[in-house]
């Protein structure tokens, strides 16, 4: 049936006109996947807007590049969440990456993402550096040996669900253990208007945990508002906030949103309301 397919959050709708082609009920959570004609087919979780394709650059550029161009090595990459695919493409455009490991807690996420948007998920799931587990990110986190990953990336959805432990102290600090020494963590951190008390418990958060940490902003058109954050943190000094030339020269040619300079202007993009905030 054709018509408006909606997410609505705190009396606000936002919806594409399309086709709702695959609804259905995992052990996890309610997955819908639709046609829609503005931004092709699209995943939700949940009735929350995940990806789409067209969209979907928005979002795991922006999560992937300022990490992967910024930490000291990135032979080892963890990616927790991201069953679409989008965030495991991304960073295996980086030559130097050796082995991802991806950890999706709903693998029928995974099943119908590879059936239904394949152009997302691209040629990672064939990637011979590429491991899929279907399984607990969080505990994967918690028994993973210390300094074992260069990058670890969370892609999430809205904290509520199989993704609520992703927002808290013990994850985190378990996320940074893992860390190996220049090592950076990225996290999507939700819209600092329809989130805002998330938004900003999370950046206090990391900020207490890590040495360093800072939101980035940028805009999904499609999420709650369109606009939207991805919060970086590393131990040491915030090596994420450049991009080392030689990694952004071979990957912003292909990018449609993430440049070095696109990525300068999203961490100085601070709204004056967020920032009096994270300084309360």
């Given at each position: 049936?054709?018509g408006?397919?909606?997410?609505?959050?705190?009396?606000v709708?936002?919806?594409?006109?399309?086709?709702?082609?695959?609804?259905?009920?995992?052990?996890?959570?309610?997955?819908?996947v639709?046609?829609?004609?503005?931004?092709?087919?699209?995943?939700?979780?949940?009735?929350?807007?995940?990806?789409?394709?067209?969209?979907?650059?928005?979002?795991?550029?922006?999560?992937?590049?300022?990490?992967?161009?910024?930490?000291?090595?990135?032979?080892?990459?963890?990616?927790?969440?991201?069953?679409?695919g989008?965030?495991?493409?991304?960073?295996?455009?980086?030559?130097?990456?050796?082995?991802?490991?991806?950890?999706?807690?709903?693998?029928?996420?995974?099943?119908?993402?590879?059936?239904?948007?394949?152009?997302?998920?691209?040629?990672?799931?064939?990637?011979?550096?590429?491991?899929?587990?279907?399984?607990?990110?969080?505990?994967?986190?918690?028994?993973?040996?210390?300094?074992?990953?260069?990058?670890?990336?969370?892609?999430?959805?809205?904290?509520?669900?199989?993704?609520?432990?992703?927002?808290?102290?013990?994850?985190?600090e378990?996320?940074?253990?893992?860390?190996?020494?220049?090592?950076?963590?990225?996290?999507?951190?939700?819209?600092?208007?329809?989130?805002?008390?998330?938004?900003?418990?999370?950046?206090?958060?990391?900020?207490?945990?890590?040495?360093?940490?800072?939101?980035?902003?940028?805009?999904?058109?499609?999420?709650?508002?369109?606009?939207?954050?991805?919060?970086?943190?590393a131990?040491?000094?915030?090596?994420?906030?450049?991009?080392?030339?030689?990694?952004?020269?071979?990957?912003?040619?292909?990018?449609?949103?993430?440049?070095?300079?696109?990525?300068?202007?999203?961490?100085?993009?601070?709204?004056?309301?967020?920032?009096?905030?994270?300084?309360?």
């Amino acid at each position: 049936m054709v018509g408006w397919i909606d997410e609505e959050h705190r009396g606000v709708r936002y919806g594409l006109a399309g086709e709702l082609l695959v609804e259905e009920t995992s052990p996890f959570q309610r997955i819908s996947v639709i046609r829609s004609e503005r931004y092709g087919r699209g995943l939700l979780l949940d009735g929350c807007w995940m990806t789409a394709e067209y969209q979907e650059r928005h979002y795991h550029e922006a999560l992937v590049h300022p990490a992967l161009c910024g930490a000291k090595s990135i032979e080892r990459v963890l990616v927790i969440g991201g069953g679409d695919g989008g965030t495991a493409r991304e960073c295996l455009r980086h030559s130097g990456v050796q082995h991802l490991d991806l950890v999706e807690i709903d693998g029928r996420v995974v099943e119908l993402s590879q059936k239904h948007l394949a152009n997302i998920g691209g040629n990672a799931w064939s990637d011979p550096r590429f491991k899929l587990t279907v399984g607990d990110g969080i505990a994967w986190a918690a028994e993973a040996a210390e300094a074992s990953y260069d990058v670890v990336l969370v892609d999430g959805s809205d904290p509520a669900g199989p993704a609520e432990g992703l927002f808290n102290r013990a994850f985190f600090e378990h996320c940074r253990r893992i860390l190996r020494p220049g090592g950076v963590f990225a996290t999507q951190s939700e819209s600092p208007e329809a989130f805002r008390e998330v938004h900003v418990a999370m950046v206090r958060l990391l900020r207490e945990v890590f040495d360093h940490a800072d939101p980035l902003y940028g805009w999904v058109p499609m999420y709650p508002s369109g606009w939207w954050s991805w919060t970086f943190a590393a131990m040491g000094d915030p090596r994420y906030r450049s991009a080392d030339p030689i990694r952004a020269e071979v990957i912003a040619a292909d990018c449609e949103i993430w440049s070095p300079r696109w990525q300068r202007g999203g961490f100085e993009a601070i709204p004056a309301f967020i920032e009096r905030d994270l300084s309360r």
